[in-house]
C-alpha cells in the first residue's frame, strides 16, 4: 500500500502573480475578519500580564495565569461541535461557520466588560473567570474563523490568506496592545505610573466595544461553500462523523509520517510562546512607562510583524511552504538572544526599538509560512476539526511550558530565561529539516 506524505510544494508563481493573490475579495474579507480574531488574544495573555505586573501581583502568579491560554491548546475538543452542531434560530439565518463567528463574538465582548468591572488588585478569581470565559469564546472563534478561510480559496492561496489574516490579526494588536495602554495611560492622567483600577477599567471597556465592528463584519461576510453535511441518523453515527472520521482521515491519509509532521506543529512556536508571557513584565520591571511600551512594542513592534506576514507568505507562495518554515524557526530563535542582550542594557528606548522590531519581523515570516503548512495539511470535509486539532498542538506544550516562565525569572532572572528559550528553537531545525528530507524523498 503507498505511503502518503505531506502536501506537495505548491506550485511556483510569478512575482506579480503572487502579489495579485492579496487583492482577491477573500484576502480583503480575511484581513477584516482576522482583526476580529486578534483583539482577545492580548487581553487575555500580553496586555494582561502587564496589567497585573502593574497591579502587584507577582511573576510566578502571572506564569502560572498564562495558562489561562490553554484554552486555545484544548479548542480541537469542541471543534467537532463547530465543525457540525447547529445553533438554534441563528445557523438557519446565517449559515454553519458564521453563526458561530457571531455567538463567540458575543461572549467575548461580555468577558471583556467583566474583566474590565474587576479590580485585580482586590480580588483575582472574578477577573482570571472572565478571562477564561474570553479564551474560550476567542479560541472557538478561532475554530470557525480558520474554516471560514480554508473553505473560502484554493490551497494554492491559502498562504496569502494567512498573510492577509495575520495583518488584520496584528492591526487587532496594535489597538489591544498599544491602544488599551494608551487609554488607560489617558485615562490616568499625567502621572500615568503605577495601578489605577479606572484607568484599566476604561481601557478594557473600550476593548470590549472594538468588537462590534467584527460582529458586523460577520453579517456581511458571504457564507463559503461548504462540504454539505448528512444528518446523522443516531447519536453514535454524529458521534463518528464529529469525533472519529476527522482523526481517523488525518492519520488514515499520512499514517507513520503523522508523527513528524505533529511533532513539528507540537514545537515550532515554542521560543516565541514561552518567551512572550514575560516579556510585558520584563518591561515593567526594565521601568518602561505605559506609553514607551505602546509605542515600541505595540507599534513598532506589529508593524514589522506585518511585514513579515506580507513578506512570509510572498516568498511561500514563490518559494514554498517548508522552505520559509525553515527561515521562520531560524528567526525567531535568534532573535530571542536579543532581549538576553536587552536585559543587560536596561532602560534604553532606541535598543528597545530594534530588539522588538527585529523579533516581530522574525514573528511575521514565521507565523504566514506556519499557518499556511497547517491548512494544506487539512481535508476540506473536516477543516474545522481537524485545523482545530493542528493548531491547539501548536499551543498545548508552548503555554504548559510557558506557566513555569515566572519561577525560572525569578530563580535565574532575565537574561538566562530569554537565552534557554533561543536554545528551545533547536529542535523545531531539526524537524523541519526532516520534514524536508521525507518531501524530496518521494
Not at 105 to 134: E, F, H, K, R, T
Not at 209 to 223: D, F, K, Q, R, T
Not at 235 to 263: E, N, T
Request: charged fraction near 10%; include cysteine.
Amino acid at each position: 500500500m503507498p505511503t502518503l506524505t505531506p502536501p506537495p510544494l505548491p506550485q511556483e508563481r510569478s512575482w506579480r502573480e503572487a502579489w495579485r493573490l492579496y487583492l482577491q475579495p477573500a484576502s480583503l474579507r480575511m484581513l477584516l475578519l482576522g482583526f476580529a480574531a486578534g483583539l482577545p488574544l492580548l487581553l487575555v495573555l500580553g496586555t494582561l500580564s502587564f496589567r497585573l505586573r502593574e497591579a502587584g501581583i507577582d511573576r510566578s502568579t502571572i506564569g502560572y495565569l498564562s495558562w489561562v491560554g490553554l484554552a486555545y491548546g484544548f479548542k480541537w475538543m469542541w471543534a467537532p461541535l463547530v465543525d457540525r452542531l447547529p445553533i438554534p434560530w441563528l445557523t438557519h439565518r446565517l449559515g454553519r461557520r458564521r453563526s458561530w463567528l457571531l455567538a463567540s463574538q458575543a461572549v467575548i465582548m461580555g468577558g471583556l466588560v467583566g474583566m474590565a468591572l474587576n479590580d485585580p488588585s482586590q480580588v483575582l478569581g472574578p477577573l482570571v473567570g472572565c478571562a477564561l470565559a474570553v479564551a474560550v469564546a476567542s479560541a472557538t472563534q478561532d475554530i470557525a474563523l480558520d474554516a471560514y478561510r480554508i473553505e473560502s480559496a484554493e490551497v494554492n492561496a491559502q498562504a496569502a490568506l494567512a498573510a492577509s489574516y495575520q495583518t488584520g490579526y496584528r492591526l487587532a494588536m496594535i489597538w489591544a496592545g498599544a491602544g488599551v495602554l494608551w487609554i488607560a495611560a489617558w485615562a490616568q492622567g499625567p502621572q500615568s505610573t503605577g495601578y489605577a483600577h479606572i484607568a484599566w477599567q476604561t481601557a478594557y471597556l473600550a476593548m470590549a466595544a472594538s468588537m462590534l465592528p467584527g460582529m458586523l463584519m460577520v453579517l456581511g461576510a458571504p457564507e463559503p461553500v461548504s462540504v454539505p453535511i448528512q444528518p446523522a441518523r443516531n447519536v453514535r453515527d454524529w458521534l463518528q462523523g464529529a469525533l472519529i472520521d476527522p482523526f481517523a482521515d488525518f492519520w488514515r491519509r499520512y499514517r507513520w509520517q503523522a508523527v513528524l509532521v505533529l511533532a513539528l506543529i507540537a514545537v515550532y512556536r515554542i521560543s516565541d510562546v514561552v518567551m512572550g508571557i514575560m516579556a510585558n513584565p520584563f518591561y515593567v520591571d526594565m521601568g518602561f512607562t505605559k506609553d514607551e511600551v505602546a509605542a515600541v512594542t505595540k507599534v513598532y513592534g506589529v508593524v514589522m510583524t506585518l511585514l513579515g506576514a506580507f513578506v512570509g507568505g510572498v516568498l511561500s507562495a514563490r518559494f514554498g511552504v517548508i522552505r520559509i518554515l525553515m527561515l521562520g524557526a531560524i528567526l525567531s530563535a535568534a532573535s530571542n538572544v536579543l532581549f538576553a542582550w536587552l536585559s543587560g542594557v536596561g532602560h534604553d528606548v532606541t535598543a528597545l526599538i530594534w530588539v522588538v522590531s527585529a523579533d516581530n519581523l522574525a514573528s511575521g515570516i514565521a507565523s504566514a509560512a506556519f499557518i499556511a503548512y497547517l491548512s494544506s495539511l487539512t481535508n476540506i470535509t473536516y477543516s474545522a476539526t481537524q485545523y482545530a486539532l493542528l493548531s491547539s498542538m501548536m499551543l498545548l506544550l508552548p503555554k504548559f511550558v510557558a506557566g513555569f516562565s515566572g519561577d525560572f525569572v525569578n530563580a535565574y532572572g532575565y537574561a538566562d530565561f530569554f537565552t534557554a528559550t533561543a536554545w528551545l528553537g533547536l529542535p523545531v531545525l531539526l524537524l523541519v529539516a526532516l520534514a524536508s528530507k521525507v518531501r524530496s524523498s518521494v
